[in-house]
């Protein structure tokens, strides 16, 4: 809506004339001024910013914990099976370039295998 020669202008949110003052510069619109009054926009973003805070008090908290070493003790059983933990050892270095990765790749191996004690 272009500016008023009395210098009002009408928020298209509210539908109050208001002095042009009251409008943020807009330069993409052709009266230069944005459509919504600051006040307008203001309520928007405070009800938005509410409505956030209530949606995360909602939430539950998860708490990351660590179980202890001696709760992650796997026994790998490969007496009768000689040269079937050096090939899946070299399989997961092969694959994996991190420890972690390459211990999870045999306890899976040995898991599918039937090896765990």
Do not use: W
Not at 8 to 22: D, R, T
Not at 54 to 74: L, M, N, W
């Amino acid at each position: 809506m272009p500016k008023q020669e009395d210098g009002m202008k009408i928020c298209s949110k509210c539908g109050l004339e208001k002095p042009v003052e009251c409008f943020a510069k807009n330069k993409a619109n052709k009266d230069g001024l944005q459509y919504h009054c600051q006040q307008c926009i203001s309520e928007h973003y405070n009800s938005k910013r509410d409505q956030s805070k209530a949606g995360k008090e909602k939430k539950p908290v998860h708490i990351k914990t660590t179980p202890s070493p001696e709760k992650c003790k796997i026994t790998l059983d490969f007496s009768n099976h000689q040269g079937l933990f050096t090939k899946i050892t070299d399989s997961a270095k092969a694959d994996f370039r991190t420890p972690d990765m390459q211990i999870m790749a045999i306890v899976s191996k040995a898991i599918e295998g039937g090896f765990l004690e």
